[in-house]
């Protein structure tokens, strides 16, 4: 698999705001309850909530609410937003992430002062990306086709190429040749600037799109 290169300023706001879309889109799905529900038991799970809230928000206030409960207190599009945590797992979770240096932790008076680190924030990029998709949604009846053609030299990079392209979503419809339904352009090409390859990729948007009939017919 190709070597990605580093995260640019542009790509970690990319994958920020991908993140941030997400939380948003949980919580007007209710799925946010779930995710207090399962962070409230502790473990793995809380210490990545916490890390992720953080690294959106910038930084965190943990403030006591009750003897046995703590808020976590930050921004999503500048809108404050509280995670409710009770105490003995908030705690735990905190010294996960304090151990693994993916935090720094301050006193304040009302609790504590939480930011993340350069460490802490790739671990984040680098979790976002790995489960990064296509956005669905309704189908508008137009195409999305990528292409390539990619100089032998780059084998490693084309063969991350297709694998990262059907893990976004694509189908396959030629070795060089990868279809949507939906909207890809920003996930392509943000792909193709982390691999170095942007050169050599096309991506053309279509009304109509005929040819390898079976594999169209799943597409729909």
């Known amino acids: 698999m190709g070597k990605f290169q580093k995260f640019s300023s542009a790509d970690e706001r990319f994958l920020l705001e991908r ?11 209710t799925k946010i309850h779930e995710i207090t529900k399962r962070a409230g038991r502790g473990g793995v799970f809380l210490a990545k909530s916490l890390l992720a809230f953080g690294a ?20 999503l599009h500048d ?15 905190l010294r996960q992430l304090q151990r693994g240096g993916l935090i720094k932790k301050e006193k304040i008076p009302a609790g504590y002062q939480i930011k993340v680190t350069p ?10 990306f790995s489960e990064l998709k296509i956005r669905g949604g309704k189908w508008d009846g137009t195409w999305w086709i990528v292409m390539f053609d990619i100089p032998r030299r780059h084998n490693a990079e084309r063969n991350a190429l297709r694998t990262h392209l059907r893990s ?16 890809c352009a920003d996930e392509v090409w943000f792909l193709t600037r982390l691999l170095g390859i942007s050169s050599y ?9 005929t040819g390898r009939g079976e594999l169209l017919r799943e597409l729909r």
């Open 201 to 209: 990729v096309a991506i053309a948007h279509a009304d109509s799109f």
């Open 119 to 128: 460490k802490g924030l790739r671990s984040v990029l680098r979790e976002t």
């Open 19 to 29: 993140l941030r879309d997400e939380w948003e889109k949980a919580e007007r799905s």
């Open 56 to 75: 959106i928000a910038g930084s965190l206030a943990i403030a006591a609410v009750s003897p046995n409960a703590f808020a976590a207190i930050g921004k």
């Open 168 to 183: 976004l979503g694509l189908t396959s419809f030629q070795d060089s040749v990868f279809v949507s339904k939906y909207p």
């Open 79 to 93: 809108k404050p937003q509280r995670r409710f945590y009770t105490k003995e797992p908030l705690e735990d979770g």
